[in-house]
């Protein structure tokens, strides 16, 4: 819980006060926060834009920005929301074991740049994601959504990065789109399916496109149905 925002008076007895875990401690409840913001900057929090790109004028509304619709905002606005508060960090039992962990703020952020329309820097961020102790490091614990005081779900973030990585492999891999009942299944299950198909062979993975092909067709027609 944040101490700014937490009142005394909702606890009984004895209160031990103790400086974020996961963290180098300076000096009392003081704690380095260094690697936290090196974590942050690998993952270019900014908007990047290709040089040509920005110098165009037309691309430009009348007030010399780049237009975005509520839409297009609404897409990143959740993870948008971090205030740095490290919590995330404190909370995640990867990061406890593996310090060289990302971790969770600094993968929703990148993330958030990514889904921004305003942006052109997916490639270089997703080569950063795609390195050792990045997004696949992750052990989705879900404790960083669970302690997030803004609602940011830097778990959700994670899960997305890697479907969309994934998605990109399954289509390299066997020239075609993923597809998969997901009716009745979570972003996470949905994963956990793609990652494992990406181990089949060809014959293998027709084979269980025709099953998941039947059920959605099934599902359709239940649908009509009802």
Request: charged content about 35%; glycine content about 6%.
């Given at each position: 819980?944040?101490?700014?925002?937490?009142?005394?008076?909702?606890?009984?007895?004895?209160?031990?006060i103790e400086p974020l875990a996961n963290f180098p401690i300076v000096r009392d409840l003081v704690v380095d926060m260094d690697g936290f913001m090196n974590k942050f900057r690998k993952v270019k929090p900014w908007i990047v834009r290709?040089?040509?790109?920005?110098?165009?004028?037309?691309?430009?509304?009348?007030?010399g920005t780049f237009s975005q619709s509520p839409a297009q905002l609404a897409t990143f606005k959740q993870f948008s929301m971090c205030i740095n508060c490290m919590l995330c960090y404190s909370a995640c039992p990867v990061v406890a074991n593996e310090p060289e962990f990302i971790?969770?703020?600094?993968?929703?952020?990148?993330?958030?740049?990514?889904?921004?329309?305003?942006?052109?820097?997916?490639?270089e961020r997703?080569?950063?994601?795609?390195?050792?102790?990045?997004?696949?490091?992750?052990?989705?614990?879900?404790?960083c959504s669970e302690v997030c005081p803004k609602g940011v779900d830097p778990a959700d973030a994670e899960v997305a990065r890697r479907l969309a990585e994934g998605n990109a492999?399954?289509?390299?891999?066997?020239?075609?789109?993923?597809?998969v009942r997901a009716a009745g299944r979570d972003a996470a299950e949905i994963l956990g399916l793609l990652e494992q198909r990406l181990t089949?062979?060809?014959?293998?993975?027709?084979?269980?496109?025709?099953?998941?092909?039947?059920?959605?067709?099934?599902?359709?027609?239940?649908?009509?149905?009802?």
């Open positions: 819980k944040l101490t700014c925002k937490t009142a005394l008076s909702d606890y009984e007895g004895s209160i031990r290709a040089k040509e790109r920005a110098e165009d004028m037309e691309a430009l509304n009348e007030k971790g969770p703020a600094a993968i929703a952020l990148g993330h958030r740049y990514n889904m921004d329309s305003r942006d052109e820097g997916q490639d997703n080569e950063i994601f795609r390195g050792e102790g990045t997004v696949f490091a992750c052990s989705y614990a879900n404790e492999a399954y289509e390299q891999r066997f020239d075609r789109v993923f597809l089949h062979d060809d014959a293998t993975e027709r084979a269980v496109v025709r099953d998941q092909l039947r059920e959605i067709a099934l599902l359709r027609l239940q649908g009509a149905l009802t």
